[in-house]
T-cell receptor
Framework: DQQVKQNSPSLSVQEGRISILNCDYTNSMFDYFLWYKKYPAEGPTFLISISSIKDKNEDGRFTVFLNKSAKHLSLHIVPSQPGDSAVYFCAVYSGGSNYKLTFGKGTLLTVNP | EAGVAQSPRYKIIEKRQSVAFWCNPISGHATLYWYQQILGQGPKLLIQFQNNGVVDDSQLPKDRFSAERLKGVDSTLKIQPAKLEDSAVYLC????????????FGAGTRLSVL
């Protein structure tokens, strides 16, 4: 069973507009959330994170929102640039004694010039 | 600062053959991870080392997969014998510690089993 779900396999937006990528999780023990970006033939690179004690974290053009009651987080990219075109993975750390990172399937973002 | 190094980048083998992948983590990183990423899926953790000890290998198919971390630095992941369903990208990552630390990934090894 998928504990981390990214229900949109792909998203296409125009340059300069907002990109919103969504992620849902099922386990309330998850307490630290990350977004990774992956270009073809490269490994995933860390983008931004948020702890469960916060509901928003911002870093330049990237903002992550966390809605714990809905078990939902989203990544906003404003403004979107063609260089943002990549696969975005939502990843979550569980609490407890073993901090394992669980990834979603990813969303392919295409930003059109 | 050098990143996580992996080799080879690509490997093609026939089923029932054996294969090995190598990883050199970022200097000073105590924790090393091996992930398997099948096409269209997110990375799935196979094994996690803290220094040279295994922390989690619950998802490692131990009948065919093995891994070791020599002297708490480099690591090798071996598959013997390989099956068709082992075709995937094998990613190595490292982090300073293990408590919600950011993991830094290598470029991966793309394995094709024919």
């Amino acid at each position: 069973d998928q504990q981390v779900k990214q229900n949109s396999p792909s998203l296409s937006v125009q340059e300069g507009r907002i990109s919103i990528l969504n992620c849902d999780y099922t386990n309330s023990m998850f307490d630290y959330f990350l977004w990774y970006k992956k270009y073809p033939a490269e490994g995933p690179t860390f983008l931004i994170s948020i702890s469960s004690i916060k509901d928003k974290n911002e870093d330049g053009r990237f903002t992550v929102f966390l809605n714990k009651s809905a078990k939902h987080l989203s990544l906003h990219i404003v403004p979107s640039q063609p260089g943002d075109s990549a696969v975005y993975f939502c990843a979550v750390y569980s609490g407890g004694s073993n901090y394992k990172l669980t990834f979603g399937k990813g969303t392919l973002l295409t930003v059109n010039p | 600062e050098a990143g996580v190094a992996q080799s080879p980048r690509y490997k093609i083998i026939e089923k029932r053959q054996s294969v090995a992948f190598w990883c050199n983590p970022i200097s000073g990183h105590a924790t090393l991870y091996w992930y398997q990423q099948i096409l269209g899926q997110g990375p799935k953790l196979l094994i996690q080392f803290q220094n040279n000890g295994v922390v989690d290998d619950s998802q490692l198919p131990k009948d065919r997969f093995s891994a070791e971390r020599l002297k708490g630095v480099d690591s090798t992941l071996k598959i013997q014998p390989a099956k068709l369903e082992d075709s995937a990208v094998y990613l190595c990552a490292s982090s300073l510690g293990a408590l919600r630390d950011i993991q830094y990934f290598g470029a991966g090894t793309r394995l094709s089993v024919l």
